[in-house]
């Protein structure tokens, strides 16, 4: 399948600070990403579509100025959670369709752990 | 409405026994795609199995297969001999043709037994 990546895997941040997130498609070119948030033992909840040179998308309730998402390439979309607080705590992944495949089979990075103190 | 349902929240099954993970799916839209994910503790969302709506026969990746029953509009998942391994949440998630988004059902936690 394909690979996509994340980093950091685990992050710890202060109260107040800001937590970029990068998601890279490492051997196909993704035009659009998504990227979920997980809470404990639940399902994801997508936040928002991230589109190669244009503006994201965002889910209804999903505060656009709080996480701003760049999708500066084909291969890289980066996610930043600003000014982050204890609530903001959570596990982000992101995903990429691979177009061209047949069923156009989304493919997932590994998550990144946010902790906000 | 577009929708999703996974019915069983956990399952134990003993080892090397077969275990079939519940999906029913709603949706009004003809042409449409069903996908089984994988969710170890580790996090790692692993992409299982795909049917898509038109397809003729279940789709079968190893030891991993789909019961598809559209009339039913249901899309189980069929694991054949269960591995100590295979014990993660499983997810099933639907597509339209119109976007990529998934839809996603709550999921199942399966623990295999030793």
């Known amino acids: 399948g394909a690979v996509v990546s994340q980093h950091p895997s685990r992050v710890i941040c202060k109260s107040g600070t800001s937590v970029k997130i990068e998601c890279r498609s490492l051997?196909?070119?993704?035009?659009?990403m998504f990227w979920y948030r997980q809470f404990p033992k639940k399902s994801l909840m997508l936040m928002a579509t991230?589109?190669?040179?244009?503006?994201?998308?965002?889910e209804q309730g999903v505060e656009k100025d709080k996480f701003l998402i760049n999708h500066a390439s084909l291969t890289l979309s980066t996610l930043t959670v600003t000014s982050a607080h204890p609530e903001d705590s959570s596990f982000y992944i992101c995903?990429?369709?691979?177009?061209?495949?047949?069923?156009?089979?989304?493919?997932f990075g590994p998550g990144t752990r946010l902790l906000v103190l | 409405a577009q929708k999703i349902t996974q019915t069983q929240p956990g399952m134990f099954v003993q080892e090397k026994e077969a275990v079939t993970l519940d999906c029913t799916y709603d949706t009004s839209d003809p042409s449409y795609g069903l996908f089984w994910y994988k969710q170890p503790s580790s996090g790692e969302m692993i992409f299982l199995i795909y049917?898509?709506?038109?397809d003729q026969q279940n789709a079968t990746e190893g030891r991993y297969s789909l019961n598809f029953q559209k009339a039913r509009k249901s899309a189980n998942l069929v694991i054949s001999a269960s591995q100590l391994g295979d014990s993660a949440m499983y997810f099933c998630?639907?597509?339209?043709?119109?976007?990529?988004?998934?839809?996603w059902g709550a999921g199942t936690k399966l623990i295999i037994k030793p």
């Open positions: 049917q898509g709506s038109y």
């Open positions: 995903s990429a369709p691979r177009t061209g495949d047949f069923q156009e089979t989304q493919y």
């Open positions: 051997d196909f070119q993704a035009t659009t």
């Open positions: 991230s589109n190669e040179g244009s503006k994201a998308t965002y």
């Open positions: 998630a639907m597509r339209h043709y119109s976007n990529y988004q998934l839809i």
